[in-house]
């Protein structure tokens, strides 16, 4: 088979040239095409039967005459889910559970810095100020109450630590009857997130963006939430609607927030999230660990195994539900 490669544009989510050359080593009857750039796709994406990309565009897409299968090396495919993409017969698998792991401690590790606000420490160490009477009190995570949106691999990541951490868990899903982690102490359907928002301490948004979710949390809902309770986002920026977000933290409608992900990623440098001193904000790296694109590769040569014996992959998006 002729196998695209294209994980170009974003440095970050470029694939080492190493991975391919990996790639074609355990695969030596299999021709493997590494495109640098969208032009060198588009010329390369003719004659493929596979894709190995986060980043095929209708464009390229409408130019494939052979592709049958789609593996996107991150979790979330909203980019991929265009119309002719939906509505073909091309398969599409994603790498979910691949940054179950990273992103879990990332939110913790969030969570955490709120809490004990290493953030205002941090700030301060800039300036060679002991902030001591500025940090104030802090607050451990245990026995408060942790609220989850979305259980998938990565909410069920964060459930498990949570549970470690001997926090009350809470989540919300699509399927409330469906097998959940051990130590929840309740699984809500989606009709009942605002009991979820008005019970947790803190609340992180971990579902997958589809048309349903989009926009999910705004105003109205943290309105919900308690005071003193933190929203942690590392899902997709655009399940939360940050002008309303950022104007409810500088009322202090909650006590602060963690964020990975943003409507229009990098963030503007004039956003109000920059300057508010209840916010701290990493730039979409939670998923990200050393050893990442072994993993990622490793992830995509499984399946490509499973293809060639003409077994079913695995991590099958259902395109009409967005993941």
């Not at 190493?18 to 080593?25: A, M, T």
């Amino acid at each position: 088979m002729h196998i695209l490669v294209y994980v170009a544009g974003d440095p970050v989510w470029t694939i080492p040239h190493s991975q391919v050359d990996r790639l074609r080593h355990l695969f030596p009857h299999h021709t493997f095409v590494n495109a640098e750039s969208e032009a060198e796709a588009q010329s390369d994406i003719e004659g493929a039967d596979v894709v190995f990309s986060s980043l095929v565009t209708p464009a390229l897409f409408a130019a494939a005459r052979h592709l049958r299968w789609v593996h996107s090396p991150a979790a979330g495919v909203g980019r991929l889910l265009f119309r002719e993409l939906r509505e073909s017969d091309v398969v599409l698998t994603n790498s979910s559970g691949l940054h179950a792991i990273p992103i879990a401690e990332h939110v913790f590790g969030l969570a955490i810095a709120l809490s004990r606000q290493f953030h205002v420490a941090a700030r301060r160490q800039i300036e060679h100020r002991f902030a001591k009477e500025e940090i104030g009190q802090v607050r451990i995570l245990h026995d408060h109450h942790l609220g989850i949106v979305g259980l998938g691999a990565i909410g069920s990541a964060i459930a498990h630590l949570g549970v470690a951490f001997g926090m009350h868990v809470a989540a919300v899903r699509r399927h409330p009857d469906a097998p959940a982690p051990a130590g929840l102490d309740k699984v809500y359907g989606v009709p009942q997130l605002d009991d979820l928002l008005a019970a947790s301490d803190y609340v992180v948004v971990a579902a997958p963006l589809t048309a349903e979710t989009a926009g999910l949390v705004g105003s109205r809902e943290l309105r919900l939430m308690k005071s003193s309770a933190f929203l942690i986002n590392i899902a997709r920026g655009k399940l939360v609607r940050e002008q309303e977000l950022a104007e409810e933290l500088r009322k202090g409608t909650i006590a602060g927030a963690g964020l990975d992900v943003f409507e229009h990623e990098p963030l503007d440098p004039g956003s109000p999230l920059w300057d508010l001193p209840n916010v701290i904000i990493t730039p979409h790296t939670s998923g990200f660990f050393e050893r990442y694109w072994d993993a990622a590769t490793d992830m995509f040569a499984d399946n490509l195994r499973r293809y060639d014996r003409g077994d079913p992959l695995f991590n099958v998006v259902d395109k009409a539900a967005g993941y």
